[in-house]
């Protein structure tokens, strides 16, 4: 088990952020990926009962948005108001993404705050006035080592493109201030010594590792070519790196020289979830600044990999990015926030394939999961005019099911909730819900339904209340990754209070059983997940 880091302070909230996203265009699936994952890790920790706190939000400074505004033919600040609000925070809502702030980088409670960071920095002697000259990657908005680019082909032949966007670079010249990071090196790598699981998964902490061996360089944070941004306190003429200006949120959010008390309470984040391709930005700039400035550094920066689709890291400038609701429209918003965390391991790259989520809603979540549901319902309906029985013909198949949950909640609360290992926590879930499928295949109430005996009604009663008993804990424990679904199964089952009482559904009862009463009015009410047809036009 990894260590949640600061979290665990007395009074501290658990502290989530996902990055703060470029409004140069609309969200696509690969956002949407990193932050239902941070949903679905704050609502599991909310379910344990603890105080959390879950920030995301919008990167709308640098060039890259400027040019997007220019080629619009509008101000920047109108265009990433209208992004935001048309866009942005109305997805944030479809997909049920229960953020506890939503920060804009434009927002006065942010700019202010990161020219009193910065201006600090300066006071300290840790920025210098110094010139540059490199290879610039708009789209991530980030100055290249000579040997990160490759070579062009066709149109770009004989041009040094970014690996990531696969665009020429631009050669930049300008007179900047600069952050001292070369003198953070064996500092960040003590830290992460002390420290293993500050940076997950293995394969990124390696590659941050590796990195500041070799050196670091230091970091020109400002710019003096544009003036979109935060302008640099003791000089107008430039404007605080976008990185910088970014990275900041998560400090400026929480409450940094403005309100000490709240700080104190959720500062630093326990969770950074990142995507890879930004991970030295949090995994070795961020720390180093928070060093600098004497703050606190964050428990960990957790990567996830790239979605990729025909091969490509989903992106806009690769013609890749799928609009979430292409998806919801036709699956349903539950079964896309399970399947983006059930199909692919956290921290590696994985394909998105329409085929592949269409074959396993089918499998697991039609006919294991909601085919469960239903059969339950109907039998107590059928057999019981829809009351949920008293189990008093127990056995050793209901003593296994009973140890089973047990071992499912301990399992997914571990690889959810501490490992951050969404993938095999899930999947604990859903083998324990074909093992109840089993047990009733196994058990035949059907078959035990004929015999009018008082022995026969109580064990028909046993196997019933055994399998709704298991739903409702399923419910329980499929709630921060499917909240709409699990509130229906929850209602259908007759159980109180309601699911989205949290405080008094935390995720050790899920495991406690008998925690349904019998006499509950079950209820077969809408199918969680119909089968669908093809999607239209396929």
């Known amino acids: 088990m990894v260590s949640t880091g600061s979290g665990n302070q007395r009074g501290k909230a658990f502290y989530v952020s996902t990055p703060i996203y470029y409004v140069n265009d609309a969200p696509h699936l690969g956002h949407a990926y990193t932050t239902v994952a941070g949903d679905v890790?704050?609502?599991?920790?909310?379910?344990?009962?603890e105080q959390v706190w879950f920030l995301t939000g919008t990167d709308e400074h640098g060039q890259k948005v400027l040019r997007t505004a220019e080629a619009k033919g509008v101000a920047p600040q109108d265009w990433c108001d209208k992004l935001v609000e048309e866009a942005w925070k109305p997805l944030w809502r479809h997909l049920e993404i229960a953020h506890d702030d939503f920060i804009r980088t434009t927002e006065k409670r942010?700019?202010?705050?990161?020219?009193?960071?910065?201006?600090?920095?300066?006071d300290k002697g840790e920025i210098y006035k110094g010139g540059y000259e490199g290879p610039y990657c708009v789209g991530c908005e980030e100055y290249k080592l000579p040997g990160e680019l490759i070579a062009g082909t066709g149109e770009y032949a004989g041009k040094?493109?970014?690996?990531?966007?696969?665009?020429?670079?631009?050669?930049?010249?300008e007179e900047n201030y600069f952050f001292r990071l070369s003198e953070y090196g064996d500092k960040l790598l003590a830290h992460y010594a002390a420290n293993p699981g500050f940076i997950q998964p293995e394969s990124a902490r390696n590659e941050v590792v590796n990195f500041v061996r070799q050196g670091l360089q230091d970091l020109s944070i400002?710019?003096?070519?544009?003036?979109?941004?935060?302008?640099?306190?003791?000089?107008?003429?430039?404007?605080?790196?976008?990185?910088?200006?970014?990275?900041?949120n998560y400090a400026t959010a929480a409450g940094y020289n403005q309100d000490q008390e709240k700080f104190e309470t959720r500062f630093p984040a326990d969770v950074h979830l990142i995507g890879k391709d930004i991970l030295r930005f949090h995994a070795v700039i961020w720390p180093a600044l928070l060093m600098a400035n004497g703050l606190r550094l964050p428990g960990r920066v957790?990567?996830?990999?790239?979605?990729?689709?025909?091969?490509?890291?989903?992106?806009?400038?690769n013609l890749t990015g799928i609009s979430p609701r292409d998806i919801t429209s036709h699956f349903g918003v539950d079964a896309f926030r399970w399947y983006l965390l059930r199909a692919i391991a956290y921290g590696q790259d994985g394909s998105f394939s329409w085929e592949d989520l269409a074959a396993r809603y089918t499998s697991e979540l039609a006919n294991d999961y909601g085919n469960l549901a239903s059969r339950v319902a109907a039998m107590v309906g059928r057999y019981f005019d829809g009351v949920l029985p008293e189990s008093s013909a127990d056995g050793d198949a209901e003593r296994a099911i009973r140890d089973s949950l047990a071992r499912t909640v301990a399992e997914a609360d571990r690889k959810i909730g501490d490992d951050v290992e969404f993938q095999t926590g899930i999947q604990a879930i859903f083998d324990f819900i074909k093992q109840v499928n089993g047990y009733i295949s196994e058990q035949?109430?059907?078959?035990?339904?004929?015999?009018?005996?008082?022995?026969g009604r109580a064990r028909l009663a046993t196997i019933l209340y055994t399998a709704a008993e298991s739903l409702r804990a399923v419910a329980v424990l499929?709630?921060?990754?499917m909240p709409a679904s699990s509130q229906r199964l929850w209602e259908s089952l007759g159980a109180q209070p309601s699911l989205g009482a949290l405080a008094d559904q935390r995720l050790q009862d899920a495991g406690e059983w008998g925690r349904l009463p019998a006499g509950a009015t079950i209820t077969k009410g809408a199918i969680l997940f119909p089968r669908l047809e093809d999607k239209p036009g396929a």
């Open 478 to 481: 499929l709630n921060p990754i």
């Open 41 to 49: 890790l704050t609502r599991w920790h909310r379910q344990r009962g």
């Open 302 to 317: 957790v990567a996830n990999g790239w979605l990729l689709v025909g091969g490509e890291k989903m992106s806009k400038s």
């Open 222 to 248: 400002s710019r003096s070519t544009f003036d979109w941004g935060v302008p640099i306190p003791w000089d107008d003429k430039h404007v605080i790196y976008v990185w910088v200006d970014a990275l900041l």
């Open 444 to 455: 035949e109430p059907w078959k035990v339904a004929k015999d009018d005996s008082p022995q």
């Open 160 to 173: 040094q493109l970014c690996p990531i966007h696969k665009r020429p670079v631009e050669i930049l010249k």
């Open 110 to 122: 942010h700019t202010d705050r990161v020219r009193e960071f910065v201006q600090d920095l300066y």
